[in-house]
């Protein structure tokens, strides 16, 4: 397991960096990272994986540090402590070599045909935004959630974008030129957002997500959503500046 305030980044490039941030995810992050892979492989991608464990209490470090030692394109990293989301999220950019960047969930909830349909589209826009074309999988309360944070991002900051949360595919240079400051799960809007006001372009992609989605607890903590406000909040105040 790399400790990523002592890993050096290495100067190879690979055209790809594939994110996986983890918390607690021992049960579906070998499923996660075989998608993510499997999805790769299919396009005949130069890419590398970058397990972020996030503190996790669970057997996630482990199962992460096995799959780097059985394939040379994985590195697992261990923030430590509990960083969020978003700072598991901004310690894949710092270590990344590829020169796009894509973020997976650890929780298997994305088939490798949805991965596919957003990396097919590599090199040909600065941001590739995947917007889910069958939402009623998840649960109502995250429907709920999930649209209502849209409609205020778009009424906060005058964009008319369909999703914020997906896996959104970046340049990497891109995203190392704006400072993401939440830790939260607020992380991607406030790169689009930030990406968006400086000019870069983007293009949106339907994808399917896993029909059975068994994950919505961590998102609706308490703390969570108060960090997402503070977010947008703080980026409203930035912004306006």
């Known amino acids: 397991m790399i400790n990523?305030?002592?890993?050096?980044v290495s100067q190879e490039q690979v055209t790809l960096t594939i994110v996986i941030p983890a918390l607690n995810e021992e049960e579906d992050l070998a499923n996660s990272v075989q998608a993510a892979i499997s999805a790769a492989e299919s396009l005949h991608l130069d890419f590398e994986v970058l397990i972020i464990d996030d503190g996790s209490t669970d057997a996630t470090p482990l199962i992460a540090g096995e799959l780097a030692?059985?394939?040379?394109?994985?590195?697992?990293?261990?923030?430590?402590?509990?960083?969020?989301?978003g700072g598991s999220y901004k310690i894949g950019i710092h270590e990344a070599r590829g020169e796009y960047l894509f973020w997976v969930p650890a929780d298997d909830a994305h088939p490798v045909?949805?991965?596919?349909?957003?990396?097919?589209?590599?090199?040909?826009?600065?941001?590739?935004i995947p917007v889910p074309c069958n939402d009623e999988?998840?649960?109502?309360?995250?429907?709920?959630?999930?649209?209502?944070?849209?409609?205020?991002?778009?009424?906060?900051f005058k964009l008319d974008l369909p999703y914020y949360n997906g896996l959104v595919l970046h340049r990497t240079a891109l995203l190392r030129?704006?400072?993401?400051?939440?830790?939260?799960?607020?992380?991607q809007a406030e790169a689009i957002v930030k990406?968006?006001?400086?000019?870069?372009?983007?293009?949106?992609?339907?994808?399917?997500?896993?029909?059975?989605?068994r994950k919505t607890a961590k998102l609706f903590v308490l703390k969570n959503i108060f960090a997402v406000c503070l977010a947008l909040a703080r980026l409203f105040?930035?912004?306006r500046l």
Do not use: C, W
Request: glycine share 8%; charged share 25%.
């Open 195 to 213: 990406l968006l006001s400086q000019g870069q372009g983007y293009m949106t992609v339907p994808y399917e997500l896993k029909s059975e989605q």
């Open 237 to 239: 105040a930035e912004l």
């Open 137 to 156: 999988v998840r649960a109502g309360p995250r429907r709920f959630i999930s649209k209502s944070f849209t409609f205020l991002i778009n009424r906060l």
């Open 177 to 187: 030129g704006i400072d993401i400051k939440t830790n939260s799960f607020a992380f």
């Open 113 to 128: 045909a949805g991965l596919v349909r957003v990396l097919e589209k590599l090199g040909e826009t600065d941001m590739v």
């Open 4 to 8: 990523h305030r002592q890993e050096k």
């Open 69 to 85: 030692s059985r394939d040379r394109r994985i590195k697992a990293i261990s923030n430590g402590r509990n960083l969020g989301l």
